[in-house]
Each structure stands twice: as C-alpha cells, then as structure tokens.
C-alpha cells in the first residue's frame, strides 16, 4: 500500500532532551516535506526537500533540522525541544516539484515537550 | 501578510452544494491555487488544484476568478462525512506551501 509513515505517533519528551521523527514513504517521490499545525494557525512547513541531499527552510525552521540522506526518508530532528514546540507534525511527501503533483500526507505525530 | 483569507466556518445541509471561498488577492501568475482538507486531526487530503482555468474532478469543482485573487470550492452534494476544515493554499516560490487557517465546514443532516 501507497502511504507515508511517521514515527512515533505520539511522544511526550522533557525539555532539551534531543529527539527524532521518522518519516518514511514507499512511493518514490522526490519531495518532501514537515509541517506543524497549532489551534488557530493552519499547518505552516518547517521544511522541505525537493531530493537526496537537497533541503531548504520552509516558514518556520528554527529550532528544527532535517537530512535527506535517502530518498525515501526524512527525519525531522529536535537537537533542544523547548515546550513551544509542542504541536501536530505532519509528514508529506510527493512525486516530483508540488506544482505539478499533489502531496500525500502521514498520519501525525503529536509531540508534548514539558 | 497573509497568502490567503478564507471564512472561519460554514454550515451546509446534507445534499445541498456546499460553497467555499477563498481570497488569494496577492498571487502572482505563476502560483497555483490547492485545495485540502483534514477531518479532525487525520493528514490533510489533497482535493482539487488550478492555475488560471476552472477545474472539476470527482470530488470537487473549483471556480478561479478571471483576475486570479479569489477562487471557490464547490462540492456539489454534500455529505456528512464532507465535515471537515477545508484549506485553501497557494503555492509560492514554486516549492513552499501556504496553508492558512481554513474554514470549518459543518454538514448538517
């Protein structure tokens, strides 16, 4: 089946203790993508990749690191979580540049940072 | 500024043609216009997209605007489970979504 995976699902971590988000595709798409979303702001993207090796900042990368070592993951990397990273995470993940195809989305990973 | 400006939330009947607004008054020629939605707090699901043409797919009609700065959403018989907050997002710098905060759309039997 066709899907992005993120893990885990649900993580409640302490202050400046590091963690990663695994984010896996099975589709060979190019690019990907995280994105957090909080009550009343829409999900804003934190990063992007458009391939193996290439990441860019999206709107709101501070406090965040990302590698794209193979193409089918992504890992979204918290070096110091502070609480006002507690958020939805959400994975995505496409077939080629976003103007030309649509983005597929993993299921969530919910963070609570004390 | 905000990329786009859309109703916090709507009430629709079942059955009925549920209409979705969107402003996007500041997208340039190059810039698409996406449209997802997300029920509870599931990943989005990706619905329908234009440029400058209206578009109509199995799930969905989507009505741009000549001069590009506002666009609809038409689903054409809503059901309860069309419940869902419904983005409308432009793609700018041709790699970067612009989700915004949506519309809560409420289908009420």
């Known amino acids: 089946e066709a899907q992005v995976t993120q893990n885990p699902r649900y993580l409640i971590t302490v202050t400046g203790k590091k963690l990663t988000v695994t984010c896996s595709q099975n589709?060979?798409?190019?690019?990907m993508s995280w994105y957090r979303q909080d009550p009343g702001l829409g999900l804003r993207q934190i990063y992007y990749?458009?391939?193996?090796?290439?990441?860019d900042k999206g709107d709101v990368p501070e406090g965040y690191k990302v590698s794209r070592k193979e193409k089918r993951n992504f890992p979204l990397i918290l070096e110091s979580p502070s609480p006002n990273q507690t958020s939805l995470y959400f994975c995505?993940?496409?077939?080629?540049?976003?103007?030309?195809?649509?983005?597929?989305f993993g299921p969530g990973t919910r963070l609570t940072v004390l | 500024d905000a990329k786009t400006t859309q109703p916090t939330s709507m009430d629709c009947a079942e059955g009925r043609a549920a209409n979705l607004p969107c402003n996007h008054s500041?997208?340039?020629?190059?810039?698409?216009v996406y449209w997802y939605r997300q029920i509870h707090s599931q990943g989005p699901q990706y619905i329908i997209h234009?440029?400058?043409n209206n578009e109509t797919n199995e799930m969905a009609s989507l009505i741009i605007t000549e001069d590009r700065k506002s666009s609809t959403l038409i689903l054409p018989h809503a059901t309860l489970r069309d419940t869902a907050v419904y983005y409308c997002?432009?793609?700018?710098?041709?790699?970067?979504?612009?989700f915004g905060s949506g519309t809560k759309l409420n289908v009420k039997p």
């Open positions: 995505a993940s496409s077939l080629s540049e976003p103007v030309a195809d649509t983005q597929y």
């Open positions: 589709m060979n798409h190019e690019y």
């Open positions: 990749s458009m391939n193996v090796e290439v990441t």
């Open positions: 500041t997208i340039s020629g190059n810039e698409y």
């Open positions: 234009g440029l400058k």
């Open positions: 997002i432009v793609l700018y710098n041709f790699n970067k979504f612009y």
